[in-house]
């Protein structure tokens, strides 16, 4: 009996442990993404919900927070919802956003969708053929020895970037209704998004 305590109390340990370590790792990455954007080029672009591009801005030396004065808290000043709004200073230039989806994403990845929707139009592209299957095959060159691809979309579904990479992992980053993802040690911010992530043998 005293062995079978044991064994619950070592087995309950192991689980707080791992699950403190998860949470720690969370917080790393997301600090670490903090930290490898300053002084980093990206690429900050919204979208509107057929995926069009609203804006796009290019710079250096990125932060991105959540503007806490629109959380919602409670008496004794504890947070209850978080803020959707975000701030983001580029290059010194500061940028205050709500609403629609917004991509950050690092320089040296290359958004696919992006090459292809230049030669392909979109609008007149056969929705009832599987899309990220077709436009994978037909961007080989890009694809070529790449394990695994991410799907971005916009709120109401529509495809807006694709990007590709052997290593990706993602992350909380602390923001309401946002992902941090890290390819091949380039990182993507995704505000109000849809994404998948897929093993590219799926696609292919």
């Given at each position: 009996m005293k062995r079978k305590k044991m064994n619950?109390?070592?087995?309950?340990?192991?689980?707080?442990?791992?699950?403190?370590?998860?949470?720690?790792?969370?917080?790393?990455?997301?600090?670490?993404?903090?930290?490898?954007?300053?002084?980093?080029?990206?690429?900050?672009?919204?979208y509107d919900e057929e995926s069009n591009i609203i804006d796009s801005i290019k710079g250096k030396s990125i932060s991105i927070s959540s503007e806490d004065k629109f959380a919602v808290k409670d008496k004794e000043g504890n947070t209850t919802q978080q803020s959707s709004v975000i701030s983001l200073t580029i290059g010194g230039k500061s940028m205050v956003h709500v609403g629609s989806s917004l991509v950050l994403y690092e320089e040296g990845l290359t958004d696919v969708f992006n090459e292809y929707s230049k030669t392909v139009n979109i609008k007149n592209f056969d929705r009832s053929t599987p899309f990220i299957n077709t436009m994978i095959n037909k961007m080989k060159n890009i694809t070529t020895g790449k394990s695994k691809a991410i799907l971005i979309r916009s709120q109401s579904g529509k495809p807006l970037a694709t990007f590709v990479g052997d290593n990706v992992s993602y992350f909380a980053t602390g923001i309401d209704k946002s992902t941090g993802i890290l390819i091949d040690g380039k990182y993507i911010f995704i505000y109000r998004c849809d994404y998948t992530i897929y093993d590219l043998d799926l696609l292919e």
């Amino acid at each position: 009996m005293k062995r079978k305590k044991m064994n619950i109390v070592l087995i309950a340990g192991a689980l707080c442990i791992t699950m403190l370590s998860g949470c720690a790792l969370l917080k790393n990455e997301a600090g670490k993404m903090k930290e490898k954007l300053k002084g980093r080029t990206a690429i900050v672009q919204t979208y509107d919900e057929e995926s069009n591009i609203i804006d796009s801005i290019k710079g250096k030396s990125i932060s991105i927070s959540s503007e806490d004065k629109f959380a919602v808290k409670d008496k004794e000043g504890n947070t209850t919802q978080q803020s959707s709004v975000i701030s983001l200073t580029i290059g010194g230039k500061s940028m205050v956003h709500v609403g629609s989806s917004l991509v950050l994403y690092e320089e040296g990845l290359t958004d696919v969708f992006n090459e292809y929707s230049k030669t392909v139009n979109i609008k007149n592209f056969d929705r009832s053929t599987p899309f990220i299957n077709t436009m994978i095959n037909k961007m080989k060159n890009i694809t070529t020895g790449k394990s695994k691809a991410i799907l971005i979309r916009s709120q109401s579904g529509k495809p807006l970037a694709t990007f590709v990479g052997d290593n990706v992992s993602y992350f909380a980053t602390g923001i309401d209704k946002s992902t941090g993802i890290l390819i091949d040690g380039k990182y993507i911010f995704i505000y109000r998004c849809d994404y998948t992530i897929y093993d590219l043998d799926l696609l292919e």
